[in-house]
């Protein structure tokens, strides 16, 4: 009987060394998994926003681009990258002034870095905020094109052209008839009597 449970010991022993590290791993899973969710709770995510500008300018312009960039992830359903940086500076140089610019690095850690730049002027012309914005919008569908995968169609749409009113030229008024000729008077009765002149009038009832 002592021999029999020497040998159950250590194999009794094995076994809850397993189950209490599986229940250790489970615990830390867990644990992971909520600090995770307070962490976004807390910390929510947000790309990293420079903007060479006043700072009333730029304070303006980093809280609508931060916000655009979140609500266009969510919109989109969709995760954000790992890490985006978004410059906002005076001018984009891509072989001639444009008006975002997008480069993607793949890191040696494993981690891929997005860089989006957004130009205050394009050739002559200066971009309102909502024109930099607007650019934003359409850039980051290339941020995330690998998770929302290839675009099936794109139909754009063209505003109609204004026709020019019609023009109902004035009519003329139409010309009064010429008076009575010779030829095209009345024909007399025994009412008409002449007088000077060749005037004819109407003799009065007697």
Same mark, same amino acid.
């Given at each position: ?5 020497r ?6 022993m ?6 209490i ?18 962490a ?22 980093? $809280?609508m /681009?931060?916000? +655009? *960039?979140?609500?266009?992830?969510? @919109?989109?359903? #969709? ?14 140089q ?18 891929r ?34 998770a929302?995968?290839?675009?099936? $169609?794109? /139909?754009?749409? +063209? *505003?109609?052209?204004?026709?020019? @009113?019609?023009? #109902? ?20 009765d ?5 007088m ?11």
């Amino acid at each position: 009987m002592d021999r029999r449970a020497r040998k159950r010991r250590p194999r009794l022993m094995t076994r809850w060394v397993a189950r209490i590290k599986i229940v250790a791993c489970w615990c830390g899973s867990r644990v992971q998994a909520g600090w995770r969710a307070a962490a976004t709770r807390l910390w929510p995510w947000q790309p990293v926003v420079i903007v060479d500008a006043k700072r009333s300018r730029a304070r303006r312009l980093r $809280r609508m /681009v931060v916000r +655009t *960039t979140r609500a266009q992830f969510k @919109a989109l359903g #969709v995760a954000p990258p790992e890490h985006l940086l978004l410059v906002v500076q005076r001018i984009v140089q891509c072989e001639r002034p444009v008006a975002s610019l997008l480069q993607v690095f793949d890191g040696r850690d494993g981690m891929r870095r997005h860089v989006l730049y957004l130009a205050f002027v394009v050739g002559e012309e200066s971009m309102s905020d909502g024109e930099i914005v607007a650019t934003l919008r359409q850039q980051l569908y290339e941020v995330v094109g690998d998770a929302l995968g290839p675009m099936v $169609r794109a /139909v754009p749409a +063209t *505003t109609a052209q204004p026709r020019p @009113a019609a023009v #109902v030229p004035f009519r003329s008024p139409a010309p009064e008839p010429p008076p009575f000729e010779d030829d095209d008077a009345p024909p007399l009765d025994d009412s008409w009597v002449p007088m000077d002149g060749g005037a004819v009038a109407a003799a009065a009832d007697r």
